[in-house]
C-alpha cells in the first residue's frame, strides 16, 4: 500500500513571496503519478500540478513548480509570486500506474496543508 | 467550474437512515470516482467506475453502494446511516482512467444527526 505524507499541518506567507510545500511518499511502484491539489474554501479540489514518474523533469504550471526526487521519494511543491487567491489547503497525491497505463483513479492523499497568505 | 456537478450539496439526515447522492460527470468523461473527506480519515478512495462498469473499490463500507448509467451519471447510496458518515463527499471525472487527470464536484456536505 501506499502512503503519503505532509509534514507541515500549516504554513504563512507574504503576498509576492515564495513558499514551498513539502511532501513525501512510501512506494513499491516503479510507474505512477504524483499530484498536487487545492482546496479553497469553496471546498472544490483543483488539479494544481502532476507529475509522471518516469519523467526527470520537473513539472511547472506558471507560478507553481515540483522539485521531484524519485529516489528520495520527495515531492514538494513551490509557489512563487503568492496571490491572496492562493490561500486554500493543498493536498499531496498518488496514484499507481499500470504496466498498461491504466491508473484506475485511485488517488492516495496526504493530510493536506493550509496555506494562508497574508497581504 | 470543473464542469462535475454534484447534488445535493448539503443534506441533513437522522441516523438509520438512507441518502442518495448523484454525480454528472463532464461531457464526455467515461468515468466517475467517489471519495470521502472527513475530518478523523481524511480524503479516501470509494470507488470507481468507467463506462458503466465498476473498475476499482477502495475502503467502501458494505452499506455503501454505487452504480453508473448508461448516461454515464453515478449515484452513491448511503444506507444504515451513522454518526460517523457525517462527511463530504466528492465525485470526480475524468475522459479515461489512464489520464491520471481529475475533475471534482464542489461535493456533497452529509450530516448525520
Known amino acids: 500500500a501506499q502512503t503519503v505524507t505532509q509534514s507541515q499541518p500549516e504554513m504563512s506567507v507574504q503576498e509576492a513571496e515564495t513558499v514551498t510545500l513539502s511532501c513525501t511518499y512510501d512506494?513499491?511502484?516503479?510507474?505512477?503519478?504524483l499530484f498536487w491539489y487545492k482546496q479553497p474554501p469553496s471546498r472544490q479540489m483543483i488539479l494544481v500540478i502532476r507529475q509522471e514518474a518516469y519523467k526527470q523533469q520537473n513539472a511547472t504550471e506558471n507560478r507553481f513548480s515540483v522539485n521531484f526526487q524519485k529516489a528520495a521519494k520527495s515531492f514538494s511543491l513551490k509557489i512563487s509570486d503568492s496571490q491572496l487567491g492562493d490561500t486554500a489547503m493543498y493536498f499531496c497525491a498518488f496514484m499507481k500506474r499500470s504496466a498498461g497505463g491504466t491508473s484506475y483513479g485511485k488517488l492516495t492523499f496526504g493530510q493536506g496543508t493550509i496555506l494562508t497568505v497574508h497581504p | 467550474d470543473s464542469g462535475v456537478t454534484q447534488t445535493p450539496k448539503h443534506l441533513i439526515t437522522a441516523t438509520g437512515q438512507r441518502v442518495t447522492l448523484r454525480c454528472s460527470p463532464r461531457?464526455?468523461?467515461?468515468?466517475v470516482y467517489w471519495y470521502q473527506q472527513s475530518l478523523d480519515q481524511g480524503l479516501q478512495f470509494l470507488i470507481q467506475?468507467?463506462?458503466?462498469?465498476?473498475?476499482a473499490k477502495g475502503n467502501i463500507l458494505e452499506r455503501f453502494s454505487a452504480q453508473q448509467f448508461p448516461d454515464l451519471h453515478s449515484e452513491l447510496n448511503l444506507s444504515s446511516l451513522e454518526l460517523g458518515d457525517s462527511a463530504l463527499y466528492f465525485c470526480?471525472?475524468?475522459?479515461?482512467?489512464?489520464?491520471?487527470?481529475?475533475?471534482f464536484g464542489e461535493g456533497s456536505r452529509l450530516t448525520v444527526l
Open positions: 461531457s464526455g468523461d467515461l468515468s
Open positions: 467506475y468507467y463506462n458503466g462498469e465498476e473498475r
Open positions: 512506494t513499491s511502484e516503479n510507474n505512477y503519478y
Open positions: 470526480a471525472s475524468s475522459v479515461t482512467p489512464n489520464t491520471g487527470e481529475l475533475f
